[in-house]
């Protein structure tokens, strides 16, 4: 018997890079997919993203932050939607919105993120700036559950890429978001396969890793 494929939202605020990944990964056509996108939230009107889904077909939502109250207010119409459309999992992907404790604690181990760094360093913004000014000669991205503190909860899957020596934030930033594009779909796929389970704040990949060791400068 074929497996339900996992029903995700997946939240936005801008150009969805990194959603285009995900629908060119998993769908919607594909039907052994899985995954399955059910809906797609900016929580800013206009957005790019938002027309990357509606030209995939998938259903979408512009929930401005704007005409809310406060943080509480957005937080609920956003949990709203999010359960109407029959989401199992919630994916952020460039949604730059701090969520309150409670929506976090109400979508606890089904809230994920992807960060522009090998978290736990580098946690915030402007990270590529701070990478080359440290100096460091690995960069990269992680995928991870939330919790309510920045960029913290339990690592699902990292990329790593060279720091190359006339690289500026703009280079290095690039060559990290091509690396989230391969990163974030693995990641999700792990997760929908039932591969990741959690084990005292820790996150464990079912299924061997490649041993190879990375290198920078390459030997």
Do not use: C
């Not at 060119?24 to 800013?44: A, E, K, L, Q, Y």
């Not at 990641?187 to 290198?215: K, S």
């Amino acid at each position: 018997m074929v497996a339900k494929p996992l029903k995700v939202a997946v939240l936005i605020s801008g150009r969805g890079s990194n959603l285009q990944a995900l629908i060119d990964h998993f769908g919607p056509v594909i039907t052994s997919s899985p995954v399955r996108i059910v809906t797609v939230i900016s929580n800013r009107p206009g957005v790019q993203g938002i027309e990357r889904a509606k030209k995939a077909g998938i259903p979408t939502a512009v929930i401005d932050h704007k005409g809310f109250p406060d943080r509480i207010a957005f937080d609920a119409s956003l949990d709203r939607a999010i359960r109407e459309a029959g989401a199992e999992l919630v994916v952020l992907a460039g949604f730059m919105r701090l969520l309150t404790e409670g929506f976090v604690a109400a979508w606890r181990n089904r809230l994920i993120n992807i960060h522009p760094a090998l978290l736990p360093s580098f946690r915030g913004t402007d990270t590529h700036r701070r990478a080359l000014k440290r100096g460091v000669k690995m960069h990269g991205a992680t995928v991870h559950f939330v919790r309510h503190e920045t960029d913290t909860g339990p690592i699902i899957a990292q990329a790593a890429v060279p720091v190359l020596a006339n690289d500026t934030p703009d280079t290095l930033g690039l060559r990290v978001l091509q690396a989230e594009h391969k990163l974030y779909p693995l990641a999700l796929r792990l997760i929908a396969e039932g591969r990741v389970t959690l084990e005292d704040e820790r996150a464990v990949v079912d299924g061997r890793a490649d041993p190879t060791i990375l290198f920078s400068p390459a030997l």
